[in-house]
T-cell receptor, first 114, second 113 residues
Framework: DAGVTQSPTHLIKTRGQQVTLRCSPKSGHDTVSWYQQALGQGPQFIFQYYEEEERQRGNFPDRFSGHQFPNYSSELNVNALLLGDSALYLC?????????????FGPGTRLTVT | GESVGLHLPTLSVQEGDNSIINCAYSNSASDYFIWYKQESGKGPQFIIDIRSNMDKRQGQRVTVLLNKTVKHLSLQIAATQPGDSAVYFCAENRGQAGTALIFGKGTTLSVSS
């Protein structure tokens, strides 16, 4: 049973560019949350997707957007990249339909903006 | 804004000792707390959780204590091993099950042989 998977593992982009990160949830999970983790900090919640809709959003600008597909996988898109967007981007999945609190994290995508 | 925080950024222990990692939270409405372990280059790994209607929960070599009166959470690791070396985060959930987790800044645990 595969856990949460993310791709790519590493990515280097230039300021102003756009990036798309991908996440496949753990088998049996229907909800995907995205977090940004700056170096030396705890993860910060970006948003959560359930039933292909954004259900909850943290304090992130509209440059951050996402999508969830019918198979529950998800994408995180960031437009007009800034140097400050350099971070580890984590995806977490959970089973909202079972009212489960547990969130399982993937290994993350390390984004470097130069 | 409100956040979950940890008392100490680093903790160094000898192999075999018991470790205690502390966390203070600010929102009394939080109803679910989780401890995560994060090793270098990896995502956070679930260790143990506790609901607000409990004050203690035990797992394998780990115990979480919750003191709602002073809004304090702790993780106790028995017989700490070198493989326990990592950054430990506490996180809280303030709403519906599975919604956003609020993380603290983390405590780096170093275990020496």
């Amino acid at each position: 049973d595969a856990g949460v998977t993310q791709s790519p593992t590493h990515l280097i982009k230039t300021r102003g560019q756009q990036v798309t990160l991908r996440c496949s949830p753990k088998s049996g999970h229907d909800t995907v949350s995205w977090y940004q983790q700056a170096l030396g900090q705890g993860p910060q919640f970006i948003f959560q997707y359930y039933e292909e809709e954004e259900r909850q959003r943290g304090n992130f600008p509209d440059r951050f957007s996402g999508h969830q597909f019918p198979n529950y996988s998800s994408e995180l898109n960031v437009n007009a990249l800034l140097l400050g967007d350099s971070a580890l981007y984590l995806c977490a999945s959970s089973a909202r339909d079972r009212a489960s609190y547990e969130q399982y994290f993937g290994p993350g995508t390390r984004l470097t903006v130069t | 804004g409100e956040s979950v925080g940890l008392h100490l950024p680093t903790l160094s222990v000898q192999e075999g000792d018991n470790s205690i990692i502390n966390c203070a939270y600010s929102n009394s409405a939080s109803d679910y707390f989780i401890w995560y372990k994060q090793e270098s280059g990896k995502g956070p790994q679930f260790i143990i959780d506790i609901r607000s209607n409990m004050d203690k929960r035990q797992g394998q070599r780990v115990t979480v204590l919750l003191n709602k009166t002073v809004k304090h959470l702790s993780l106790q690791i028995a017989a700490t091993q070198p493989g326990d070396s990592a950054v430990y985060f506490c996180a809280e959930n303030r709403g519906q099950a599975g919604t956003a987790l609020i993380f603290g800044k983390g405590t780096t645990l170093s275990v020496s042989s």
